[in-house]
Nanobody, 125 residues
Framework: VQLQAFGGGLAQAGGSLSVSCEAS????????MGWYRQAPGEERELVAT???????NTADSVKGRFFITRDSAKNSVHLQMNNLRPEDTAVYYC????????????????????WGQGTLVTVSS
């Protein structure tokens, strides 16, 4: 399974950016989708996830500023980031949890997790 991320870039503090991610068309089902981030010298941390039922889990550091939505029909997830802060600077990774997909032999395969390639978000002060 492949996750293709879009968006990110450079913003000033207080500004807004968004990142989106779409899973490949071989998907059968995905339980959770979302975003993690990793700042230089730091460990990867949760930003927000959303279940296939629409339940969200958002890090305290971004609550009220970042909003996650999902289009299950398109196997895509979108993160709107408002009121950005310099500490939001990181590489943002798309995540899909408990993925069921077809492999190249058209057989169903289960994966506990899949990750996108990462997209850089830089917030200047």
């Amino acid at each position: 399974v492949q996750l293709q991320a879009f968006g990110g870039g450079l913003a000033q503090a207080g500004g807004s950016l968004s990142v989106s991610c779409e899973a490949s068309r071989s998907i059968i089902s995905i339980d959770d989708m979302g975003w993690y981030r990793q700042a230089p010298g730091e460990e990867r941390e949760l930003v927000a996830t959303i279940s296939n039922g629409g339940f969200t889990n958002t890090a305290d550091s971004v609550k009220g500023r970042f909003f996650i939505t999902r289009d299950s029909a398109k196997n895509s997830v979108h993160l709107q980031m408002n009121n950005l802060r310099p500490e939001d600077t990181a590489v943002y990774y798309c995540y899909a949890g408990n993925v069921l997909f077809y492999n190249y032999d058209n057989a169903p395969v289960a994966a506990r997790a899949a990750w996108g390639q990462g997209t850089l978000v830089t917030v200047s002060s």
